[in-house]
């Protein structure tokens, strides 16, 4: 399932949330020297080494909460980065950065590891919306040498919320 332009609907207290996904960085296991499973399979990463459809939920700069949704076969510990989503239903909320949308999704560790496919917490797709998607190299991985120009960023260009992302 490609990912920008779906629904991400989860159950924040007694609300639904939905949000439409616009950007996202894939991550392509342990040679890819910007993925966390290039370090190996640890405690920390063991999700992303099992079965496509988890979320994958770590915490960094001691202040934000990143939301993956682990893909691809087990042992591959392929994963995608939710960078950005455009929110649904007249939501008022900033989800133009991963730690924004984690937060206003209410995303934290309890959430690592949770199948996506329950009520609470799930992707749906909008037939009546198709993305328009450019790819660009991802974000913060400058230590990654030659994974860190790769084109493993993915853009819905035709969404608004785009035009406020950085490049």
């Known amino acids: 399932?490609?990912?920008?332009?779906?629904?991400?609907?989860?159950?924040?207290?007694?609300?639904?949330?939905?949000?439409?996904?616009?950007e996202v960085e894939a991550y392509l296991g342990p040679r890819d020297l910007a993925s966390h499973s290039s370090k190996g399979r640890t405690a920390r990463t063991e999700v992303m080494f099992g079965p496509a459809g988890r979320a994958y939920v770590y915490f960094i700069y001691g202040m934000h909460w990143m939301f993956n949704v682990v893909a691809g076969r087990i042992g591959r510990a392929h994963a995608v980065?939710?960078?950005?989503?455009?929110?649904?239903?007249g939501w008022d909320a900033d989800l133009s950065g991963p730690g924004?949308?984690?937060?206003?999704?209410?995303?934290?560790?309890?959430?690592?590891?949770?199948?996506?496919?329950?009520?609470?917490?799930?992707?749906?797709?909008?037939?009546?919306?198709?993305?328009?998607?450019?790819?660009?190299?991802?974000?913060?991985?400058?230590?990654?040498?030659?994974?860190?120009?790769?084109?493993?960023?993915?853009?819905?260009?035709?969404?608004p919320v785009a035009t406020r992302l950085r490049s």
Do not use: C
């Open 81 to 89: 980065l939710i960078r950005a989503a455009e929110p649904l239903d």
């Open 100 to 159: 924004k949308l984690a937060r206003q999704f209410a995303i934290r560790k309890n959430h690592n590891g949770l199948e996506l496919t329950g009520d609470e917490f799930h992707f749906v797709p909008d037939p009546a919306y198709s993305p328009r998607i450019a790819r660009s190299k991802r974000i913060g991985v400058d230590y990654a040498g030659e994974w860190k120009d790769r084109p493993l960023r993915f853009i819905d260009v035709r969404n």
């Open 1 to 22: 399932m490609s990912l920008p332009g779906k629904v991400l609907v989860k159950r924040v207290g007694r609300r639904i949330r939905r949000a439409r996904i616009v």
